[in-house]
């Protein structure tokens, strides 16, 4: 059995593992991670519990530290960032007459990584943007291409129910659809609206 920690950073997103290390850790702390992307902040959804090692991916990351007032300051100014950084990439991707759509933007929390979400119908040549949103952001950049799953997710909105979507709400992982269930719910049998 392993210790661990839930961390998410998103609302609904993913719950990752962290090992908590001599930290005591409860529920809604703040945590400062290091991630595949970086160092990261992120809230505490599981508290300390202990788990069978095959339910982990090992070797796990310890929690580098509890976060505290200037770490959510940091984030405050980091989403700060990303509206400006927004507006500068939807400028960029008219000038280069683009057949995309700007999503979202998030800068990493040590600020290494800009990363710009975006949709688009097919695959994208978008090696002059990067240079161009290199030379004014002067760090690394990262263009990712999500579906339209995903940009639901971070939009939000309100589905056919009346309610807040799911995806962006509680959902932490999307289940593919199938065309069962599309007969199920009496929906069109388009694959591509699937």
């Known amino acids: 059995m ?54 982990i991916v090992l070797p796990l990351k310890k929690v580098i530290r509890i976060a505290d007032e200037k770490d959510k300051l940091v984030v405050t100014e980091n989403k700060q ?21 700007l999503v979202d933007v998030e800068y990493t929390f040590d600020r290494n990584k800009v990363i710009f979400y975006f949709t688009a119908d097919g695959r994208v040549d978008f090696r002059n943007l990067v240079k161009d949103l290199a030379s004014v952001f002067k760090t690394r950049i990262e263009l990712r291409q999500i579906g339209v799953r995903d940009e639901a997710k971070m939009l939000g909105g309100i589905g056919p129910c009346g309610r807040m979507l799911c995806c962006s709400t509680f959902l932490g992982d999307f289940e593919p659809v199938s065309i069962k269930m599309a007969k199920d719910q009496n929906l069109s049998l388009n694959p591509a609206k699937i």
């Open 2 to 55: 392993v210790e661990v920690v839930g961390v998410r950073f998103k609302q609904a997103g993913k719950i990752y593992y962290f090992d908590p290390d001599t930290y005591q850790i409860t529920d809604d702390d703040y945590v400062i991670v290091e991630t595949v992307r970086g160092i990261e902040f992120g809230k505490v959804v599981i508290s300390s519990k202990q788990v069978d090692e095959e339910d």
């Open 81 to 101: 960032n990303a509206k400006e950084a927004f507006n500068v990439c939807a400028d960029k991707i008219i000038q280069h007459k683009l057949d995309m759509k």
